[in-house]
């Protein structure tokens, strides 16, 4: 299990043991931990350690997986592992895994071997934040030195906050788009940067050493080539949900957020998303949009926070900043203001497929319905959907809420929500967000409200 120094072209051969602790970073290149380890050591331990609260099988879970993460990611996570372990033993070493609670594994190795130095990636994700603490605290105690580099991103996220006044220089499309690709196609290197459970192929530095991406396709020539890659920070990220995504009046509805989830929403478009989703744990930045514009302010006003973590569970690409800045940023809560522009779910898939190849392909059951149907199938009449073999309401649902209505509902709902807040300069309180609940419900229920035509969004049966 020990990595001899020679392998990792040290210079200095005196000194005893490291131990790496991988995280995110499962590579040997580019890899700034398992580089300083080296230095000054006769041997170093590889270790990843299996966290149950990650991985501990959950029967109880939507889909097959953990009780975090589905069972696509965890299916990743497996092979990466297995390439890392591959990488070192051409080194002469092998991959040591361990389970178990990360920080008690760690301080109980730390306990038992001779090691002088541990080192890790830095993390953001404030569940590591607190293993990093408890660990780098005992490692004080025991006269252990501690290297904990900021690798996972080409900048330290706390920094750049600090040099914006406590703004997190969040970029909303952090996932590439290949120019001329179909709605479904876009960049791989969102996987291969990703983290939870921990996982990184590439490294941030290595998008530098790329010549040009603008050459290659994946930047437009007037983007900024680095900034998709740049991520946020858990504090700021905590200060701003807390700032004004709890003072919305969001629905409860378990209803309309299994349909969302189980790609039962009667919508072709946000249903063939969330399909791909399920299957390939993965899905273009602007289907990304769609599905979430669509949860929440769009359509079903459900909480930003169901999504967010559907999302966490089954993106195999996910991080926890870029998703839960995402989400805030799609259901505007924070960030973004402009909560009357709304992506359509069926104009806005039609504009870049017409045809509907990307419905026919992940809802098979839509195949045969001409392509003047495809995107609002329960418009097309009953001889059409017979010829199609796709009965509306028996082989495939009816629309769970009539967008014109449900999007006007959701405007009218964000529009008193972000007054409140404004008249009181963000200083709402429970109650007074219970009051605002209970005013637009009775709006909805006496008629009294700005628009006499708004029609009251409902489940369609």
Known sequence: MKLPLSLLNSTMPSGSGSLVWFRKGLRIHDNPALEYASR?????????????????????????????????????????????????????????????????????????????KLCFEYDTDPYYQALDNRVKNYASTAGIEVFSPVSHTLFNPADIIEKNGGRPPLNYQSFLKLAGEPPWASSPLSVDLSSIPPVGDVGSCEILQVPTLKELGYVEKDQDEFTPFRGGESEALRRLRESLSDKIPWNV??????????????????????????????????????????????????????????????????????????WLWLSCSSFFYQYNRIYSPTSFGRKYDPNGNYIRHFLPVLKDMPKEYIYEPWTAPLSVQTKAKCIIGRDYPKPVVSHDSASKECRRKMREAYALNQKLKGLVSEEDLKKLGSKLDEDEDEGQEPNPRRKRQKLIN
């Not at 929403?265 to 990304?288: F, N, S």
């Not at 930003?304 to 995402?326: H, M, P, Q, T």
């Open 40 to 116: 000054g050591s006769n041997y170093v331990y590889p270790l990843f350690v299996i966290d149950p609260h990650y991985m501990e099988p959950d029967p109880n879970a939507f889909s097959p997986g953990s009780t975090r993460a589905g069972i696509n990611r965890i299916h990743f996570l497996l092979e990466s592992l297995h390439d890392l372990d591959l990488n070192l033993k051409k080194l002469g070493s092998r991959l040591l895994v361990l389970k178990g609670e990360p920080s008690q594994v760690l301080i109980h190795c730390l306990k038992e071997w001779d090691v002088k």
């Open 253 to 326: 509805d378990d209803k309309l957020l299994a349909a969302w989830r189980e790609a039962r929403t009667g919508y072709p478009w946000i249903d063939a998303i969330m399909v791909q989703l399920r299957k390939w744990g993965w899905m273009h930045h602007l289907a990304r949009h769609c599905v979430a514009c669509f949860l929440t302010r769009g359509d079903l006003f459900v909480h930003w926070e169901k999504g967010r973590d559907v999302f966490e569970r089954l993106l195999i690409d996910s991080d926890w900043a870029i998703n839960n800045g995402n």
